[in-house]
């Protein structure tokens, strides 16, 4: 997702055109890594908070370093965008 408006509203619409099913691990990849941006908050430093983590999610450490690597540079509002899987 990129920071011009026209690419912004470009990358929602095709978003919402996805089905549920993507939208679905869109969601649960976003709120993963909205529960290690709660541990950052409270003081953890990131790969600490990831692995932590990881096992309360039951989800793979690798796993959520490379979904952090999808939502590198882009504003957090757009998070669960670049969080869609393109299956």
């Not at 969601?27 to 990131?46: F, H, P, T, Y």
Request: charged share 30%; hydrophobic share 45%; proline share 7%.
């Amino acid at each position: 997702v990129s920071d011009s408006r026209d690419s912004r509203d470009l990358a929602w619409a095709q978003y919402d055109r996805k089905p549920d099913s993507i939208k679905a691990e869109a969601r649960r990849r976003l709120e993963a890594l909205q529960a290690v941006e709660d541990m950052i908050a409270l003081g953890n430093r990131k790969i600490a908070a990831i692995e932590a983590a990881a096992p309360v999610l039951g989800i793979p450490v690798p796993t959520i370093r490379r979904w952090y690597k999808l939502v590198k540079n882009v504003p957090r509002a757009d998070w669960l965008v670049a969080l869609a899987p393109r299956w």
